[in-house]
């Protein structure tokens, strides 16, 4: 019998893939659904401590190999979110909360309500390309990212994982900032800047000209972040960008990451996707010999 | 697949107050029902069902916002970003149809009624004021049976389009309703197909951002507007308990209809 399980410090999952933050996740029905549709965990859509009504239209490409957005990070606010979330808690499977703050205190603040409301982890944005102010403003300083994660950890008894931007060429000391301050695990890779032009109106195409590109086209950064965060931390990866397959998945989990998000993937495949992810994985773990997911975290780097 | 297009307006026809349509080209099949979303550079990108949706495709624009505002103010020679077809349309099957739209509504059903049999097809045409009603002529060209309300009782039945719609089932059988208009109008429809026992698809309305099913903003309960809609059928409309309650704003906070 082969087992999907996989565990992120006291987390639990039935399988490793998630819904990864701000795809369908804003709202109590489309957590469900993910949810109903095999994924082993829902993150929310971003939530601060105020509404939010995000960046005017266009906040999204299509491409040819992936999608450039710039949401704004939308959100109804943390007082109003608890209403979603209320809804959400019968889904099944663990919700995690995300939120993104300007500071620690407010991070602290956020974390706390969203532990009231009963979320089973905190996933922090520290790596939004496009908002003012946050994300990966500040999520490519390691003392930030630091000062962030040791506060809240004083302040929650629920797992806490940094969500961390590729566009830094300090990676890995912010990763190492996330654990020396007691963080749970971190969260690799949010997408990375970038810019599509209209060559019919000779302008940038988003409302806020940059964005974050995600989908295929960034997968390949993504296995190298993870390879690398793997050779560097001790606490668990959480993979993401570009997962849109069972073979994708299983790159990522040999070169480290102990779970896996799964967000544009959705455009092409429908929430279908965590399904067929899923028995992908079961049948490459039985062909190749294995009982666990555990068993294939990090093989790619044993052999070098 | 479909990547942002420019398009050059062929033709502006004005319908009525504050109402106009815009034809252009696009090399694109696209569905009754489906919708566009339409790029303003400079201004904002807004989904728009298809009113015309063999070329010269068209949309047919109430200004009601700053985005409309811009696209009613557009002629001939004027460029627009588009991407899509998107959505699923209506699915239009021959049998007794009923065709309820409310204002600017009408310009959706129109390519549905017209992919139609005429003498299958009834229309009721619902506005506030007689100035307002717009396609009472193209209506008229693919239904033997068209009637008219206004609120203000200017033009036709004095009343709803739903309280015209329910006299019609009352004196005939149909075997489907479509409509699209005011939530509040659709959810009262709703209430009366279920009544008659009439299958329906309603084409609904939320806010859009991304238009290709991922951001969630446009989501109720679940189910996305820009591809599991925005035309329901009576069996998932009736799952939607959001349907004619709350829409959500651009934040994703709750606003009451």
Redesign the interface.
């Known amino acids: 019998m082969i087992s999907l399980q996989t565990k992120l410090k006291n987390l639990v999952l039935s399988n490793p893939t998630m819904l990864a933050s701000?795809?369908?996740?804003?709202?109590s029905?489309?957590?469900?659904?993910a949810a109903n549709s095999g994924a082993g965990a829902v993150v929310t859509?971003s939530i601060g401590s105020v509404?939010?009504?995000?960046y005017?239209?266009?906040?999204?490409?299509?491409?040819?190999f992936g999608?450039i957005?710039a949401?704004g990070l939308?959100?109804?606010?943390i007082d109003?979110?608890g209403?979603?979330i209320k809804d959400s808690l019968g889904c099944g499977v663990p919700i995690i909360g995300s939120i993104f703050a300007s500071d620690e205190k407010e991070f602290a603040y956020l974390g706390k309500k969203m532990e009231e409301y009963g979320v089973a982890a905190l996933e922090l944005n520290l790596s939004c390309p496009h908002a003012k102010g946050y994300g990966m403003e500040i999520g490519i300083s390691p003392e930030i990212v630091g000062k962030i994660v040791s506060k809240i950890k004083d302040e929650v008894q629920i797992p806490v994982f940094a969500k961390l931007t590729p566009n830094t060429h300090q990676l890995i000391e912010v990763a190492k900032a996330v654990e020396e301050a007691g963080g749970d695990g971190v969260v690799a890779i949010n997408t990375v800047k970038a810019m599509s032009i209209?060559i019919?109106?000779k302008?940038p195409?988003l409302?806020n000209r940059y964005g974050g590109l995600s989908g295929p086209a960034i997968k390949p950064i993504g296995i190298r972040c993870v390879y690398e965060l793997y050779d560097a931390l001790e606490i668990p990866i959480i993979g993401v960008g570009g997962i849109e397959t069972w073979q994708d998945a299983v790159e990522y989990l040999m070169a480290g990451a102990t779970a896996l998000q799964i967000?544009?993937a959705?455009?092409k495949k429908?929430l279908g996707v965590f399904r067929s992810i899923n028995n992908g994985l079961t049948r490459f773990l039985e062909k190749e010999g294995y009982s666990a997911i555990n068993e294939i975290v990090g093989v790619a780097h044993e052999l070098s | 697949m479909s990547y942002h297009r420019a398009v050059t307006i062929e033709e502006v026809i004005a319908e009525a107050d504050g109402v106009k349509t815009l034809r252009f080209s696009l090399r694109r099949k696209c569905l009754p029902g489906q919708f566009l979303m339409i790029w303003i550079p400079g201004i904002d990108e807004i989904p728009m069902s298809l009113s015309y949706i063999e070329n010269p495709k068209g949309i047919t624009v109430k200004e009601v916002g700053e985005a409309t505002r811009a696209l009613c103010s557009l002629r001939p020679g004027d460029r627009l970003g588009v991407r899509g077809p998107y959505g699923r349309g209506f699915s239009v099957s021959n049998g007794n149809v009923l065709c309820v739209g409310g204002g600017n509504g009408i310009a959706t059903l129109l390519p549905a009624a017209e992919a139609l049999k005429r003498e299958l097809v009834d229309f009721v045409i619902g506005a506030k004021t007689e100035t307002e009603l717009v396609f009472v002529k193209r209506a008229k060209k693919c239904s033997n049976h068209v009637v008219i309300s206004t609120d203000d009782g200017t033009k036709g039945f004095k009343g709803t389009a739903v309280e015209l719609a329910a006299e019609m089932m009352d004196n005939k059988k149909y075997d489907a309703v479509l409509a699209c208009g005011p939530e509040p109008m659709l959810i009262q429809l709703f209430n009366l197909c279920k009544k008659y026992n009439v299958d329906c698809q309603f084409s609904l309305e939320r806010f859009m951002k991304c238009g290709i099913g991922i951001c969630g903003s446009c989501a109720i309960n679940g189910k996305r507007v820009c591809i599991e809609g925005p035309v329901f059928s009576r069996n998932e409309l009736e799952s939607l308990v959001e349907f004619g309650k709350f829409r959500r704003d651009a934040s994703g906070a709750r606003i009451t209809f």
Do not use: Q
Not at chain 1, 22 to 27: A, D, F, P, V
Not at chain 1, 29 to 33: C, D, F, L, Q, R
Not at chain 1, 51 to 54: C, D, L, V, Y
């Open positions: 701000g795809i369908l996740s804003e709202t029905g489309s957590i469900i659904a859509k509404p939010r009504m995000g005017p239209n266009p906040t999204l490409i299509e491409l040819k999608y957005n949401m939308p959100n109804p606010g109003e979110f209403k979603e209209s019919d109106f302008r195409i409302a967000g544009s959705v455009r429908g």
